[in-house]
């Protein structure tokens, strides 16, 4: 049987078969403004106090202590857990990719948020130090009459970056603000899960939605979900 983590919102772990399976790479995409990083702080904070889940914030250019505030909202004070919070600035981090990938490896079993995969999908150009060359791309390269644009070799490495991270044992979300216009889908189909947050401005309402949950049965159908005082439910 597939270990689960409980997301911290137990109607969604009911549709869930009890939450994601552990391990697990999740997407947790959404527009600006629609939970996803309260979605992430309820989880690491809901685990962290009944099972002890070791866990990690990893915020990439924004400063913590403001997500650290918005947590303290909901009354999640996170010093007496084993949850870090750790900012990676990629504007100035030319390995990146290392950074994030040592940080995980640390946290074991426990849950991981990135906040978020699109603020890594738009580092600054690559420099010579941080591409590694890829076995898979680099006799694809050498063919005559192909080029590779910048947006192409950010695409391959993102897949071989989420592709490593599928060694590590931790289940992680990466928060994602899906943008219409790109073709980002690479970050999609590599992920074990994407769960799917939206506001519906002309009827004032928020819905979630499991889009894709690898080794789960689960229905499609957006749920409406609202903001209480102890964080994120769904509306009944
Ligand atoms: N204390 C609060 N009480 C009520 N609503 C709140 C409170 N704090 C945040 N919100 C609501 O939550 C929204 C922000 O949620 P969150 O920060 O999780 O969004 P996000 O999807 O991460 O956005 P972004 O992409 O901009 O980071 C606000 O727009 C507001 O509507
Ligand atoms: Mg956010």
Request: aromatic fraction near 8%; charged fraction near 25%; charge should be neutral.
């Amino acid at each position: 049987m597939i270990a689960r983590v409980p997301t911290g919102i137990d109607d969604l772990d009911l549709i869930l078969g009890g939450g994601i399976p552990r391990s697990s790479n999740v997407l947790v995409k959404g527009p600006p403004g629609s939970f996803k990083t309260i979605f992430g702080l309820q989880m690491l904070y809901r685990n962290a106090v009944k099972n002890g889940t070791p866990g990690l914030y990893l915020s990439l250019n924004q400063p913590v202590g403001g997500v650290k505030e918005q947590a303290e909202q909901f009354g999640w004070s996170f010093d007496k857990t084993p949850v870090q919070f750790v900012t990676v600035d990629t504007t100035t981090d030319v390995n990146v990719e290392r950074t994030v990938f040592e940080a995980i490896k640390k946290i074991g079993k426990g849950i991981v948020v990135i906040d978020s995969l699109t603020s890594f999908l738009n580092r600054p150009p690559l420099t010579p130090s941080e591409y590694v060359a890829d076995p898979l791309l680099e006799p694809i390269k050498r063919l005559p009459g192909l080029s590779f644009s910048d947006e192409a070799l950010v695409r391959a490495m993102t897949a071989r970056f989420l592709r490593r991270l599928t060694v590590t044992s931790a289940t992680i979300l990466f928060i994602y603000e899906n943008r219409p216009d790109s073709s980002d889908g690479v970050c999609e189909y590599l992920s074990d899960g994407i769960l799917k947050l939206s506001k519906i401005e002309s009827l004032g309402k928020r819905t979630l939605c499991v889009e894709k949950m690898r080794y789960t049965e689960h229905d499609l159908l957006p749920r409406n979900i609202t903001l209480k005082e102890n964080g994120i439910s769904f509306e009944r």
